[in-house]
């Protein structure tokens, strides 16, 4: 039987009275083939139900999750499959409470997670959910020397040689308390407990290839970017995204989420007339039959204009660019992400996105958040796999 590559998209959409699309869609994409099988949900909340708006974090995270559930039994898997979340508060002071729902729904070996503070698409939403889910077979990775975590989460999770790391953040390896300091210090501990993690996966960060950074505040860049540079290899970095997020202890500078995938077709590669940063990640990482682009800003030949949709355009163009010098298109996309420095200017973008890209592009996570550099205004990274 030969390879087969389907992709299903599932979009929800919530209107207001008026008819003005305030929600986004919840995309699922199924891929079929040599690379382990994943499935990616998008957006999921629980806003309302069939007794109308919920107003609590607790209800809508438990209705969030049953969307979730009912989703994935579309594709024949449960909440057990599931290898990587997102959860996206619209406001930190509720992530005790949306953590007490949620743990009822990963009670045993629970996928990996990071937890942030944004800005939604839907202004109602309390909570926002995106996750990757796989019938492969999985491994969880409970490092000797990382204490287990004490949230419903998991260190890492194994799916062939592709590993999930949660968002990590500076705690102890051996009491799994808060440890202080600036953020450079903080992203040390950070590395250190990554490292424990790809340790007990037999890896190391030379296998990193995609990293989500979320800085509690931006001005403290530069002091994290030379911190994160004394561990990725210089010579080909992991793709990378770094935006501000509030995080779910005042304790915590940085959080850094990760995935790691053994193979010897690692390269990085870079679109026609496009430069590397000189931050430490590549413009994106090859890995035989997934690309690993970092997030991509508006900037152009002339810089960055001033206008959110001509840097929608730019960073598009610069995908596309990047995509085709691996002989990929947009066609081949298989998860996406959009960083809006402003929310309010989500369905701006969403037009040129729209605009742009062919119809059948999964339209992905969507979070308001500052971005690392004045004048930006939005942000896009995706993960191509060839057919």
Excluded at 66 to 85: I, M
Excluded at 122 to 143: G, K, M, N, W, Y
Excluded at 150 to 177: C, D, H, K, M
Excluded at 179 to 207: K, P, S, Y
């Amino acid at each position: 039987m030969g390879l087969v590559l389907r992709r299903q998209d599932v979009h929800l959409t919530r209107l207001t009275a008026c008819g003005l699309l305030t929600g986004f869609l919840s995309t699922v994409s199924l891929l079929q083939g040599q690379e382990p099988s994943f499935v990616y949900l998008h957006n999921v909340t629980g806003v309302a139900n069939a007794d109308g708006d919920i107003a609590t974090v607790e209800g809508q995270t438990a209705r969030a999750l049953e969307r979730l559930g009912a989703l994935l039994a579309e594709h024949g898997l449960g909440y057990q499959h599931v290898v990587a979340a997102n959860v996206f508060l619209e406001d930190a002071r509720n992530f005790r409470a949306m953590n007490d729902v949620y743990r009822q729904y990963f009670q045993n070996d629970p996928p990996t997670r990071a937890t942030v503070e944004v800005d939604l698409p839907d202004p109602d939403a309390l909570v926002q959910v995106s996750v990757i889910a796989t019938s492969a077979p999985t491994r969880r990775i409970e490092p000797r020397g990382l204490k287990s975590p004490e949230l419903p989460y998991s260190w890492g999770v194994a799916v062939g040689n592709t590993l999930f790391i949660a968002g990590v953040t500076s705690r102890s390896p051996e009491t799994y308390q808060p440890m202080t300091g600036d953020v450079a210090t903080q992203t040390r501990r950070v590395f250190g407990n990554i490292g424990l993690v790809l340790e007990e996966a037999e890896m190391d960060f030379g296998d990193l290839v995609s990293c989500r950074v979320f800085l509690e505040d931006a001005r403290r860049f530069s002091e994290m970017n030379e911190a994160y540079r004394a561990f990725v290899p210089a010579a080909d970095p992991p793709a990378r995204a770094t935006v501000q997020a509030g995080l779910m202890h005042p304790a915590f500078e940085v959080e850094i989420q990760c995935i790691a995938e053994q193979s010897a077709a690692r390269r990085v590669v870079i679109g026609e007339g496009r430069q590397r940063s000189r931050s430490p990640f590549s413009p994106a990482i090859a890995t035989g039959g997934r690309l690993h682009l970092a997030g991509m800003v508006g900037s152009g030949p002339t810089g960055v204009p001033a206008d959110v949709r001509d840097q929608t355009r730019n960073a598009l163009e610069n995908l596309r660019a990047t995509l085709h010098a691996e002989s990929l298109s947009f066609a081949d996309v298989v998860d996406t992400w959009v960083y809006v420095t402003d929310i309010r200017q989500w369905e701006t973008v969403r037009d040129v996105i729209a605009e742009v890209l062919p119809a059948n592009l999964l339209h992905g996570t969507v979070i308001g958040t500052p971005l690392m550099g004045s004048g930006l205004l939005v942000e896009v990274q995706m993960t191509a796999e060839r057919p």
